[in-house]
């Protein structure tokens, strides 16, 4: 049995034979997956290479909860941000948020807002967080990085149009991720179209994020020097940002590389 309060990334096996990965990170968060595989296509993501297997259940969702307590841990939260897009699974998904807030266990979760219909839906779930994953800070780049996801301009409507239905309090929990990708989107153009964007949305948080390692990838991050000079010129402008949690990398944790070793690995 693994030592509580220590990260932890494990395989979880479905009925079916096909496996799903989780991660325990020290702080209390559980990180789990919605679906096997995933539609969504992003091209610097390993995890999603094969395309959507299928969906997951209520239950094997609340597996993978069952097998962090198995090894040891005490999940404080969890967080739906490993294999899938929870908006392709919304029946399943939003029913494992509900239980779970009734059960006192706050769930977060990260997609990439598509389908539209379902992220206005979810927007006013009792979700703990809501990080939009947009990896860019124009349309044409974040069709290139997000291929399968939603319209960048509509996505961007869809918020404004909710923004004023939403209490400060839940403004708060929503945020938007973005993965520094090297020479791709950390030129100062895009980052600051991003943050003019943001500027209209001051409770919403900015969580850079930085790329795990995929062999024969050709996508990495910027240098640390380079990830910290990028958080300081945005915090510089007033932007609320959060600088790259390193577990997250040194785990293989986050949809990019979970099921890495045993699946699209080359
Ligand atoms: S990064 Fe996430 S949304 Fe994109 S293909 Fe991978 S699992 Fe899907």
């Known amino acids: ?42 091209p610097f993501c390993a995890s999603g ?6 969906n997951l259940s209520v239950e094997e969702m609340q597996l993978q909860v069952d097998e962090a307590g198995r090894r040891g841990h005490r999940p404080r939260r969890i967080t739906l ?3 899938g897009e929870p908006l392709h699974n919304p029946a399943a998904v939003a029913r494992f948020i509900t239980l779970s807030a009734t059960e006192g266990l706050p769930v977060s979760l990260t997609t990439t807002g598509h389908p539209l219909a379902r992220l206005e839906e979810f927007l006013h779930l009792p979700h703990n967080g809501l990080m939009l994953s947009l990896h860019a800070g124009s ?11 939603a319209d960048f301009e509509e996505l961007w409507a869809v918020l404004e149009r909710h923004w004023p239905l939403l209490s400060r309090r839940r403004r708060r929990k929503l945020g938007v991720n973005f993965l520094l990708l090297a020479g791709v989107n950390d030129g100062s153009a895009e980052l600051q179209t991003l943050a003019e964007r ?31 000079e990028i958080h300081a010129r945005l915090a510089g402008q007033g932007i609320n940002v959060r ?7 040194r785990l293989e944790g986050g949809c990019g590389t979970l099921l890495l070793r045993r699946g699209a690995r080359p």
């Open 243 to 249: 600088r790259p949690n390193p577990w997250r990398v």
């Open 49 to 54: 290479k094969s395309g959507l297997l299928r």
């Open 198 to 228: 943001l500027r209209t949305f001051p409770e919403l948080t900015l969580h850079l994020l930085t790329c795990n390692p995929v062999p024969a990838s050709p996508f990495a991050s910027p240098p640390d020097e380079a990830v910290a």
């Open 81 to 83: 941000s490993g294999i």
């Open 139 to 149: 349309s044409a780049l974040h069709r290139r990085l997000v291929p399968h996801g």
């Open 1 to 42: 049995m693994a030592e509580p309060f220590r990260n932890d990334k494990f395989p979880v096996r479905l009925a079916d034979g096909h496996e799903v990965e989780s991660v325990y990170y020290g702080s209390g968060t559980l990180c789990i997956s919605s679906q096997a595989g995933c539609a969504v296509g992003c």
